[in-house]
Structures are given as structure tokens and as C-alpha cells.
């Protein structure tokens, strides 16, 4: 939109036909037709480009996201708000327009929507689309082979031109204010807006053309002031026009960026873990023994995910557990003969990867396992972690896919200081092919009976190359299917990982606790590593208990859990955390009576008292309404005067949004469990689409409304309030 003085800004209709009618009453002194077609100078042509390095008339480079090598494509939900940014010139003082093409995977153009600078000075532009329509249909519903089609690579084009309109206006602005060359310069503008309003490219309809020739003759009316010849160009309506359908000349498209659109829960989820054989599990007082939980006890675990809000299910390895060298309580060495073991330690005489643990039942009970979490509207993930226990089938059928000492004797696991004695690493050097089929057919078994995601248990210590592959396979065939890297290492493992087909991972959100750790990776979290990485914030998992978590009770839990909630569109929970589970195992940070090694029996009647389990809940619905929330593309930090109160707000435009509307969620949080902490937060109105005026504002947790301006008060307690979740009200 171009910015004009405040003696033009308002030229209104009303204005216009003043004009019109003291034209009508006056000797006309007009160029003729032609002459405000024909003279003056040559529009700026657009220049055909032959190959991907060459520039067309205006320079677009350094998009981003970029491509690495133009070989792997940036990831987005369906309906998932994206940002594109370039840099766009031409030589000279010449102003320049761009425009964002974006069409979808069958080349259709979906909308094609104006940028806008945000630094002049680097030249920078930035606009922010929308793939699609958001939705949550999964895989099994009726209607989803309609979305299903909207998947797949679909590409955005970034056309710079001339804004010849706009550089004009900014000349004949000054050339009318004092009064020089101005006949020249008014002509001038006649020509141009008589030859936008003949611009196919334009996408005029009559009345739109009708207001350009209108004010092109206007313009050429010498029996007028400079000022209202000017005004007849310089007014709300003409901009307007240039807004939405402007005059661009010169047009020069970059090479098409694509965008891999993949399907509802690829980005946007919110996961619950739970231990089957802990669903229902009690306390036999007859025998003094637990009497472990099964699937069919297990559907406890789903209702309550599914009331709380959540729609994906993420179960820990099913499958039978070894007994030789099984862990006891709490990872000892010596199993009792009541423990459990590990279920990480997988495989029996009974079966490996393939079969389920007898003690939690049947394949069959697995299927109508699955079936009710569907009817919940919940997805099932399964945990896939490719090791063995020493009674793994395939330990004695292929002894050649893991590694021996020189002593003959098979290699268990090692993380130092960290040893797994009842577990087997795969070797991949002596048959990964052999290997991969066997995954292959793993993985579609678990398929075909109802699994649609993955969570993979340490994929960053197998080669990429075998990730690669599989997951090529298991798409190929299963396109819906999901995968979770459960990947706690180097920054280049993570991004190989998501370029091979990992949609979700774990991340270092547990480890960001103080405000400027929290601020930092918010920012890379929901940055342009985003297209790639899409960090699940988890605040607790069952190998990971943070000091925070154990030292901040019952208020610690709130802000862990609002920040996992609202930092970052994938989150998850592993139950428990409504119970307050937050006591370490000494030496180690990880919860003492560990559930990996042995079945917990839960009174869950308590979990009311904490009062956790309705804010989860109010979590996930918070997230469900709005569509800011479900971007790795919408966060801006807010600035806090308190080094212990964080702020955030996400937002995207009305044009990115399915409702039509901007949507804005703003997010403070007191990061102290024990203390009171005050501070003023600034609003910046540019960044987040506000005008002027007062911001009304509706606080999510609590139904009050409040009043805001551009330098805030907060204050938060743990004891009563240690967040709010702010959004914008009309």
C-alpha cells in the first residue's frame, strides 16, 4: 500500500465527483486519447530466462527456506501456515512489487497473493500462504480419500516486477508540491493508469477499469489544479487497486520452490504415551503380587487420552520381552521373578517385532485395541525400536546381523557410562538389505492391523541410508503411515533424518528452562529448520525427568505443560504428569520406580486434586481453535521485562487463515514455580497485524477479558495463575 499525505489521503468519491462536475462546467483543455496512450516512456518488459541461473528484468534470489541441492523438499502440514521470504531489486531508485504463485500437486494455481517488504534496506520480502484447508480426518474416515488428493509436492513461484505506479506516484508527489515539471509528470500518470487499465494481468473487472480511465482523463484535465489532477490517482480507491491487482511490469519468476504437503498429523499433534500393561493393572493383596494390565484393560488409557483431548496414542513396544539378562526395579542387573523386564528388551522364544506379548493378549485384542481407539478418534502409534534380547528369534535364524566380540560372544549395547546387558545393537554391515525387507515386512504387518505412525527408538544410531530405504518402501505402499524420530544428537543426524522421511522427532525441549534458553529454541524451533525438523515438545518421558519438572511441583507441571502446549503445533505427554510423577532415581535423571522395568499401579481418582489433567485438556482445545497454533511458521517472541516471565504470540494473516480472519494468540508465562514475578510486555502492532486503538483481548484459561495498548502489566503467581493464553478479540 503506498503512504501519502494527509491533504491527498482521503480523496474520496464524494471528492472525485466534485471534480467531475467543475470539469463538466469549464472550458476542457484534454490531451487527446491517443496521446495519453502512446507517448511517454516504453513500459519495462519482462525477460525470457533460459536456464535456472539466469536473472530475469527484476532480481529474486535468496529464498527461503532454501533447498539443499534442490533435491529435498520442505515439509507443511495440510492447511499449515508457511512464510516465504526473498530478496527482490531492480538497479536505481525504481520500486519493485512481488507476488507468491502457489499452486498445488496437480500444477493448479490456488491463490496468488501480494508480499510485502519487511526490510527495505536488504531489499527483503515475505508473505505468508496457506496449503490447503486444515483438517482432521484421519486415514480410516469416510472423506479422506477427498483431502488424500491434496497431498504431495506442490510448488510456490515468487514473481518480482516494476511497480511502475508506485514509483511514479512517489516523483509526482514531489514534482506537484513544488511545482515542477508537473504537466509532464500528471500525463505521465494519465498513460499509466489508462495502460493498467488494458492489463490482462491485472484481472480487472469493468467498474475497476472504468475507475482507472475515469482518473486517467481527470489527470489530462488541464482546466484543474495540479492537486486535484493528482488526487484523481492519489486516493483510497486507486490504492486499493494497487493492492490487490496492481500494474506489473517487467515480471520475473523465480524457479518454483516445492512443498511437500503431507496429511493431518504429520505437524500438528498432540500425543499420549501410556504403558498397556500398566492400564488396569491391581494389586493382588491374596498373593502380594501386581497382576499386570492388558489391551483389552488398556482402553481405560484411551478414554482418558481422548477426554483429555489428545488424538494420537503412543504405545511402548508390545512385543515379547526377553528374560535372559533382564533388568529388574529400577534397570538392576538382576531381575526378581516377578519383574517384568524391559519391554526395549524385545524378543522370546515366543516371538520378536512381529507378535504380540502374550501377556497383554492377542493379535486379535490388538486389532479391537486399535478399532476403539478409532472410534475415539484417536490414532495409534507404535514404538519400533530395532534391537533384540539375547532370546530374539533372530539371534539364532541370522546371528550374522550383530556384531561379535573376538571371543565369539555377541556385543550388547553400550551408551557410556550408560549399558544395556539385555539387549543386542543390529550390525548393518553384513546384510542391511537383508535387513531392511525384514523391517519392511515388520512395519507393514503392524500396518495392516491399524497402526498409521511410528515412533522409531534411537534411529540416529542405524545408518540413514537403511531409513531411507524403508521408509521409501513402507510410503510407497502405505503413503498415510507417519514417522517419529525419537533422535537425541547432532543438529546434522537430525535434518538427514527429516530429509529421508521422519515427519515428527523428539527434541531438547525438556533441557530449555530459563528464559533465554526457552526464547532461543522457540526461535529455532519454529524458524525455517522447521520445514524440515518438526520438534515434538515433550515436558517429561519416561527416560526423562528434568530437575525442573522434579523441583517445581504441581506449578511446574502447568508451565512445562503450556509451553510443550503453545511453544510448538507437536507436543506430547506421557501419563503420570497428571499424578505429579516427578520423584528422580538418585544419580539419575530419570523417575525411581521406573516404569520401563516394572508395571505401576496408578490411583487415578487422585489426579483431581492437582487440577493438571483439566488444563491439558484446555491445552488441546485452545489448540484446536485456533490456526495460529498449528504453524511451525508463527511465532514472534514479545518483549518481557522479567527474566523469569516468558513471552510469545503466534499469528497468521486473515489470507492464511481458513476463516477468513487474523488469528493471534498471545502466551506469558511465568517461568519461577515458587515466586511472584511482574512485568510490562510489549505489543509491537506491525508484527502481529494490529491497528490502532485499544486491543481487547479474551484470556483462554480463565474467560476474562482484558484491555491492552502497546506496554502491558502481568503479574503471575504459582499459586494462582502461572500463564496466561491471550487472544484477540474484534
Not at 503512504?3 to 470539469?23: G, Y
Not at 508480499?115 to 482432521?136: F, I, K, Q, Y
Not at 490482462?200 to 484543474?224: F, G, N, Q, V
Not at 505401576?600 to 488444563?615: C, H, M, N, T
Request: aromatic share 10%; proline share 6%; net charge negative.
Amino acid at each position: 500500500m503506498s503512504q501519502r499525505p494527509a491533504s491527498q489521503a482521503h480523496f474520496s468519491r464524494k471528492a472525485q465527483s466534485s471534480v467531475e462536475n467543475l470539469a463538466k462546467h469549464q472550458p476542457r483543455r484534454t490531451a487527446k486519447a491517443k496521446d495519453i496512450e502512446h507517448s511517454g516512456e516504453v513500459a519495462a518488459p519482462s525477460i525470457p530466462t533460459t536456464t535456472s541461473g539466469e536473472f530475469g528484468r527484476i532480481v529474486v534470489m535468496d529464498i527461503t527456506p532454501s533447498q539443499e541441492n534442490g533435491i529435498y523438499r520442505h515439509g507443511v502440514e495440510l492447511g499449515e501456515a508457511f512464510t516465504i521470504t526473498a530478496q527482490v531489486f531492480i538497479e536505481g531508485r525504481t520500486k519493485v512489487g512481488a507476488t507468491a504463485v502457489l499452486r498445488n500437486a496437480r500444477g493448479k494455481e490456488i491463490s496468488r497473493t501480494p508480499m510485502h517488504c519487511t526490510n527495505p534496506g536488504l531489499d527483503r520480502w515475505e508473505v505468508t500462504l496457506r496449503a490447503g484447508d486444515h483438517s482432521d480426518l484421519t486415514p480410516w474416515e469416510d472423506g479422506y480419500s477427498s483431502i488424500k488428493r491434496q497431498f504431495g509436492d506442490w510448488t510456490v513461484t515468487l514473481e518480482g516486477w516494476e511497480d511502475t505506479y508506485l514509483s511514479w506516484l512517489h516523483d509526482a508527489r514531489i514534482k506537484v508540491k513544488v511545482n515542477d515539471d508537473t504537466e509532464n509528470a500528471l500525463l505521465s500518470g494519465a498513460q499509466l493508469l489508462t495502460r493498467w487499465a488494458e492489463t490482462k494481468d491485472s484481472h480487472l473487472k469493468s467498474h475497476e477499469r472504468h475507475i482507472l480511465t475515469s482518473a486517467a482523463k481527470i489527470m489530462a484535465d488541464t482546466s484543474l489544479t495540479p492537486q486535484e489532477r493528482l488526487g484523481a490517482a492519489d486516493n483510497d480507491e486507486v490504492s486499493a487497486l494497487h493492492a490487490a491487482k496492481p500494474l506489473r511490469d517487467a515480471i520475473s519468476a523465480s524457479q518454483p520452490q516445492t512443498i511437500r504437503v503431507e496429511r493431518p498429523k504429520s505437524s500438528f499433534t498432540a500425543w499420549y504415551q501410556f504403558f498397556p500393561r500398566s492400564e488396569g493393572a491391581y494389586y493382588d493383596t491374596e498373593n502380594h503380587t501386581i497382576v499386570q494390565g492388558t489391551l483389552r484393560s488398556s482402553v481405560a488409557g484411551l478414554e482418558r487420552a481422548a477426554a483429555e483431548g489428545f488424538d494420537v496414542v503412543y504405545l511402548p513396544p508390545i512385543f515379547p520381552i526377553g528374560v535372559t539378562n533382564r533388568k529388574g526395579r529400577n534397570n538392576t542387573l538382576v531381575a526378581g521373578p516377578n519383574d517384568p523386564g524391559s519391554p526395549f528388551g524385545i524378543g522370546s522364544p515366543l516371538g520378536g517385532h512381529d507378535t504380540v506379548d502374550p501377556l497383554l493378549g492377542t493379535m486379535e485384542d490388538f486389532k479391537e485395541f486399535v478399532a476403539k481407539a478409532h472410534e475415539l478418534g484417536l490414532e495409534i502409534a507404535l514404538d519400533f525400536a530395532l534391537q533384540c534380547s539375547p532370546d530374539h528369534p533372530w539371534v539364532k535364524q541370522h546371528p550374522d546381523w550383530f556384531r561379535h566380540k573376538p571371543d565369539g560372544t555377541i556385543a550388547f549395547a553400550e551408551n557410556p557410562p550408560k549399558k544395556y546387558q539385555d539387549i543386542y545393537p543390529i550390525d548393518f554391515n553384513a546384510d542391511m538389505p537383508g535387513i531392511e525387507r525384514e523391517v519392511e515386512r515388520i512395519l507393514n504387518l503392524w500396518i495392516d492391523a491399524g497402526v498409521t505412525i511410528f515412533r522409531v527408538d534411537n534411529p540416529h544410531t542405524k545408518p540413514v541410508r537403511f531409513w531411507q530405504d524403508v521408509i521409501a518402501s513402507v510410503t510407497k505402499k502405505h503413503p498415510e503411515t507417519l514417522f517419529l524420530a525419537e533422535a537425541f544428537t547432532r543438529p546434522g543426524m537430525m535434518r538427514a533424518l527429516s530429509y529421508v522421511g521422519f515427519t515428527q522427532s523428539h527434541c531438547y525441549f525438556p533441557w530449555r528452562n530459563t528464559k533465554e534458553e526457552l526464547e532461543e529454541y522457540l526461535s529455532e524451533s519454529n524458524g525455517n529448520d522447521a520445514y524440515y525438523q518438526h520438534n515434538t515438545f515433550w515436558p517429561t518421558t519416561p527416560d526423562i525427568l528434568t530437575a525442573y519438572v522434579r523441583d517445581n511441583g504441581i506449578a511446574g507441571h502447568a508451565v512445562r505443560s503450556v509451553l510443550a502446549a503453545m511453544g510448538s503445533p507437536s507436543w506430547g505427554i506421557y501419563n503420570g504428569y497428571e499424578l505429579i510423577e516427578n520423584k528422580q532415581r538418585d544419580g539419575f535423571e530419570e523417575q525411581v520406580d521406573n516404569e520401563k522395568y516394572e508395571v505401576k499401579v496408578r490411583d487415578w481418582s487422585k489426579a483431581e486434586s492437582y487440577g493438571i489433567a483439566p488444563l491439558l485438556t484446555s491445552l488441546n482445545a485452545i489448540r484446536r481453535e485456533h490456526a495460529a497454533c498449528m504453524s511451525y511458521h508463527s511465532l514472534t517472541l514479545l518483549e518481557s521485562s522479567d527474566p523469569s516471565i516468558l513471552a510469545f504470540a503466534r499469528h497468521i494473516p486473515a489470507h492464511a487463515n481458513a476463516q477468513g480472519t487474523d488469528d493471534t494468540v498471545i502466551v506469558i508465562v511465568n517461568l519461577d514455580g515458587h515466586n511472584n514475578h511482574q512485568a510490562m510486555i510489549h505489543i509491537d502492532r506491525e508484527q502481529l497485524g494490529l491497528g490502532s486503538g485499544e486491543i481487547r483481548l479474551h484470556e483462554e484459561l480463565t474467560g476474562r477479558n482484558f484491555t491492552w495498548g502497546d506496554d502491558n502489566f502481568v503479574s503471575l503467581s504459582p499459586w494462582e495463575d502461572v500463564a496466561h493464553i491471550f487472544t484477540i478479540r474484534d
